[in-house]
């Protein structure tokens, strides 16, 4: 918008800001499952479709697993998968009788260059969860099961660590 398409200067000018992750203890809390649920959680056949993107441009992996982000215990997260970076990404939906998850093609991500990821979940019981990177899906597709949990409201949700804040930090 312009001066002259809305007859006053914008309210917000733009803030041009990032995170950076140093892969050593840096990560940034982004509120609690009571914030998160009724966007992204519930359970079941109640379970909400969503999806986040993000652009990385990994280097080095200090943690084993690090954490791009967390909502509750993997109630819904994407974590880096490998001894090495980079390897995969492998992002999670839990529920009652353990965690699904659908994964990027091996080497899908590359070291020292921008890339854009978005991850997917349709809703729903038994949802199909994708990963896109640039754009295009990476791996096969991952099915959430029938018992898909909700993010506890009392649970942190987190970027660039896992999230009690404990281990697996970016």
């Avoid at 009788?97 to 990027?104: L, P």
């Avoid at 260059?113 to 896109?132: C, D, L, N, P, R």
Wanted: proline fraction near 4%; charged fraction near 15%.
């Amino acid at each position: 918008e312009t001066l002259a398409t809305r007859g006053r200067l914008p309210l917000n000018p733009l803030l041009r800001r990032t995170l950076q992750f140093d892969g050593g203890n840096d990560s940034v809390t982004i509120g609690t499952g009571a914030d998160w649920d009724s966007l992204i959680g519930d359970a079941g056949a109640d379970a909400k479709a969503f999806s986040i993107s993000m652009w990385i441009r990994p280097t080095t992996m200090g943690d084993s697993y690090p954490y791009l982000f967390s909502f509750g215990s993997n109630r819904r997260a994407l974590i880096a998968y490998g001894a090495s970076w980079p390897q995969k990404l492998r992002f999670y939906c839990r529920g009652t009788s353990g965690v699904a998850h659908a994964e990027t093609a091996a080497a899908a991500i590359v070291a020292d260059t921008w890339q854009h990821v978005v991850v997917t979940y349709e809703g729903g019981a038994s949802g199909a969860m994708k990963i896109y990177v640039n754009g295009t899906q990476s791996g096969a597709t991952g099915t959430a099961g029938s018992d898909i949990e909700d993010i506890p409201s009392g649970e942190a949700a987190r970027i660039g660590c896992f999230y009690n804040n404990t281990s697996a930090v970016y």
